[in-house]
């Protein structure tokens, strides 16, 4: 298991929504600036569906990004299983008015090093942060 997380200076409420909107996926979902995501799909209840398509910039790659939605507690939680069978889970955590703590864990995959991947997310996590605040 991997973990990243981030301090975001900006309410649960607000960081829940841009977390969970397809609209704001497309604005902060990727962990460098040759990168983008052109389309967000959510359908957020327990055994939906989301999708991210995610592409290099300059048109050399891109790969589908999805899963499904195990358990959601509103501005607390999100469990999913990605679509390689993969479990991630975030935690959303309020530290006063203004702040929110967001914690990922997710199961690794066996292509990348772990470093690698844990860098990937967090800069995917840094990305959300800047666009959240």
Do not use: C
């Not at 460098?32 to 359908?43: L, N, Q």
């Not at 499904?68 to 479990?87: A, C, H, P, S």
């Not at 935690?91 to 690794?108: N, P, Q, R």
């Amino acid at each position: 298991m991997i973990t990243v997380k981030a301090t975001i200076n900006a309410p649960i409420q607000k960081v829940w929504m841009f977390w969970t909107s397809p609209e704001h996926i497309v604005k902060w979902n990727h962990a460098s600036d040759d990168w983008h995501t052109t389309f967000a799909e959510v359908d957020l209840r327990e055994g939906g569906k989301f999708l991210s398509r995610m592409e290099a910039k300059d048109g050399s790659f891109g790969f589908d990004f999805w899963g499904v939605y195990d358990k959601l507690i509103l501005n607390q939680q999100i469990e999913i299983t990605l679509g390689d069978d993969r479990k991630v889970s975030v935690t959303f955590s309020s530290l006063d008015d203004d702040k929110t703590e967001v914690i990922e864990t997710f199961e690794a995959e066996t292509t990348n090093p772990v470093e690698l991947q844990r860098g990937g997310w967090q800069a995917i996590l840094d990305n959300f942060k800047k666009y959240a605040e």
